[in-house]
Structure formats: C-alpha cells, structure tokens
C-alpha cells in the first residue's frame, strides 16, 4: 500500500477531461474521459493516480478518504477573464440601461469604465483587497480554483501598479489562484479624450515599462490585454500596445469584436496571443483564423445576457474552424457581475449551442489553457495540481440544466479542503 494525503473514491462520476496534447479543440470538444465509481489518489498537492474506487482503493491508504458516492468529481473550474479587483458598483448604470440608454451611451458620456475608474482610483490597496475578497470566496464556493485578474480601472501609472499590487495580495490572502494581466488600455481616461494617440503615447512609453519592471520586481509573469473596439482602441493602436508588449516580455491577451468586429482576433492569432476574448461580432475570416493558430478564444455569454442583448459567441463557427474554445465569467462591475463558472455553463448551453460536455470541458481543461496553465491545472491527470470539486449530483449534464444555485458541495485546493 502506497501512503497519500488524499483519496477520493466510489464516485458516481470522476471527469478527468483530459488534454489533448494541448485544449480540446474543434470537434474534440467534450471528452469529459468519465470514469464510472471513479477515484483519484493526491499527495503533496498534486494527482498521483485516477482509476476504478476498486483498483485505487487496493493501492493507496490516505489520511484523508473522501466518500464520493452519489457524487460528481470535476476539475476545479478555471475562471481566464475577469475584471478583479474594482471598487464601488453601478448599479444606477444597470438603472438608466433598462430605461433605454445603451453600455456604449453610458460610456461616451463619462460613466461606464470611467464610473469604475474614479472609485478604483480612490481606494487603498487595502480597500481593494477588502472589497474583492468576498468576490473571491463567492467564486470558490461556486468551484473556481484558479482565475485571471485584470488592471484597467487606474488608467494612470501609478493606479494601475496599484491594482497589481491588490492583486498580488489578494493571491496570497485566499485559495483561488490569480494569473495577472495588465490592461492600462481599457479606456481612454479623461484628460485624453479625443486624443486617444496621445494616451496610447503614454501606454507604450511609460505605462508598459513599469508594468515591466514590476514583473521584475516580483518576479511574476503578466498578460497585457487592450480593449480593441469602436470608439476605444482601434486595430493600429491595439497593435502598437500588444507589439510593444511583447517586446517588453508580457504574453497577450485581446478583448475583441465586442461590440463591433475591428479585426482585433485575428491580430491576436498574428502576434501569438495566448487569448482573444469576447469574440461576438468576429468576422469569419477571424474566426478561421483561430483555427490555424493557437491562440484559445474565449467565449463570455454572462456579458451579452448582462445587457440584454441577443448575440451570442457565435461557438459552432468557431468549433467548425477546429478553434479552442474556452469560457470565462468576465466578472466586472458594468457588462456583468457574476462570479460563477456554473452560471456561465447554463448560458453557454443555451446561447451559445454547447453541449454540458463542451461547456464543462471549456470551463476547466481549455479555460487552463487561455491563461496559459493547460499543463498545470484544468483536468485530473497524474502529475497536475489537486485542484478538485465534487458535486451534490452524481451526473455532470446537472450542470447547465439546473441553474441559479450551487452544485458544488467540496472545493479543494492543491488537495487541501477549502470549501
Ligand atoms: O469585458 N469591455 C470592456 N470591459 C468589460 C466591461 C468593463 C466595465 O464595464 O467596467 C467587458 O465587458
Ligand atoms: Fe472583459
């Protein structure tokens, strides 16, 4: 018998949602690889083995035994794009919006982003790390064990090094493991308007260099992320942002055909961007685009369902190129404040076309790869993080049938119990 820390046995379902030598691509989506009265043995933080309850309950004695029975053993859902850590909220934004004024409307008049950004600005590392904990426990409880945060509420040096200071310690101060992103070109500051260049001057020249040297600092990979769209960043200036990122050591990441199509994916898949997200108005020369490269798009249906509109991630175009395809909450204080991956799955069934198989394995196998993490985390695999979540139910297809409560009973981090 082999000593572990952990053995979880007798599930009605284990989902090892295995990589396929990289995401699960095209057609390939949703190969959940279910193993019937499923176990999975963890020591020291990581998946030693997966198998029959029988088989693994020969070989291993663990400290801690998990009875599974009736239950359903998931990865722990990955989260690729958020917008922690913000402050303050507005909700008299979602007021005037089902009034009639539009999110674009809201913005070009100086709220929207800009609302978020005055409140962000005026809070201290720890207001910020007090007002996003509690997003975090409520993403963990809902089974996200590892997220994306982002900057883009400072829009000035010294505030968006602010929020990657917020986000550091919020890493380090709860469960749910952050992979960081610097996005000072989220939008056009006052003080700039109408001179969008000139703000992009100061993006490249002194605002990337010091998110740079932070990295340095802290010895901490970061994203760099542009809004590209009408009215905010267009193709030519996304493209200076992300081709002087990249110089300077960042990996990349797009928000992309949001609202509008600028061809902001593709430019994605030129420059090797780890992802292009959003993606609702892609064009389809973009779309088989992603199907040749390697960059993962990212699907966000709690955006279009947060302002009520009808177009969704167009997913069967893009599985049909044979893209990756992940999907991610977009947590955010304007387009949609929501902090659960299982939410996220019940739209993406239904607006997005995906089977529950697809969706889950979007959630956890390729959203691990959108930020960059597909061989660490995202499946049950011998060799990867313990990062697990077991359900109330025995049967995953639960998940995005039932909605507007959790299924998820037990959270575990790097095999340790968190929930
Ligand atoms: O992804 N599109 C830009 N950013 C966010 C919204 C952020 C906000 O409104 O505060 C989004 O939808
Ligand atoms: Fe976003």
């Known amino acids: 018998m082999e000593n572990v820390d952990l053995l979880i046995h007798s599930a009605a379902q284990l989902c090892v949602v295995p990589a396929h030598n990289g995401p699960q691509r095209g057609a390939a989506l949703g190969d959940l690889g279910i193993i019937p009265d499923g176990a999975l043995a963890a020591h020291q933080g990581r998946i030693v083995a997966t198998g029959r309850a029988a088989d693994l309950r020969a070989r291993f004695r663990a400290t801690n035994e998990i009875d599974a029975t009736g239950r359903c053993v998931l990865p722990g859902f990955v989260d690729p794009h958020t917008h922690l850590p913000w402050s303050g909220d507005r909700a008299n934004e979602f007021e005037q919006r089902l009034a009639g004024a539009t999110y674009m409307e809201i913005m070009a008049g100086g709220g929207g982003i800009m609302s978020t950004v005055r409140q962000t600005r005026q809070a201290s590392v720890a207001d910020l790390v007090a007002d996003n904990l509690p997003r975090l426990q409520q993403m963990l409880a809902h089974g996200t064990t590892s997220a994306e945060a982002k900057t883009g509420y400072g829009l000035d040096t010294a505030a968006e090094l602010k929020q990657l200071d917020a986000m550091l ?34 993006v490249v020249t002194e605002m990337l260099p010091a998110g740079a040297a932070w990295m340095r600092q802290h010895n901490r990979p970061l994203f760099c992320d542009v809004f590209c769209e009408a009215g905010v960043f267009d193709l030519a200036q996304t493209r200076r942002i992300l081709e002087t990122a990249r110089e300077l050591g960042y990996k990349l990441k797009v928000h992309a055909d ?133 359900l109330s139910v025995a049967d995953y297809r639960q998940l995005g049938y039932r909605f507007g409560t959790n299924l998820v009973e037990m959270v575990f981090k790097r095999g340790q119990r968190v929930i």
């Open 169 to 202: 310690a919020l890493d380090a101060a709860q469960p749910v493991e952050l992979a960081l992103t610097f996005l000072p070109a989220h939008a056009v500051p006052a003080g700039y308007s109408g001179r969008t260049d000139a703000y992009v001057d100061l």
């Open 258 to 390: 949001e609202f509008e199509g600028l061809g902001g994916t593709a430019l994605a898949v030129e420059l090797g961007a780890v992802s292009a997200d959003h993606l609702v108005r892609t064009p389809p020369a973009d779309i088989q685009a992603l199907g040749r490269g390697d960059t993962v798009a990212v699907g966000l249906p709690g955006t279009p369902f947060g302002l009520a509109h009808t177009e969704y991630t167009p997913a069967g175009q893009i599985l049909a190129a044979g893209g990756a395809l992940a999907l991610a909450t977009d947590c955010n204080p304007g387009t949609c404040w929501c902090e659960s991956m299982q939410m996220v799955i019940a739209l993406a069934c239904r607006y997005m076309k995906l089977t529950q198989a697809q969706a889950v394995a979007a959630a956890t196998l390729n959203a691990a790869y959108a930020i960059g993490r597909g061989t660490e985390i995202g499946s049950l695999e011998a060799g990867k993080q313990a990062d697990i979540l077991l």
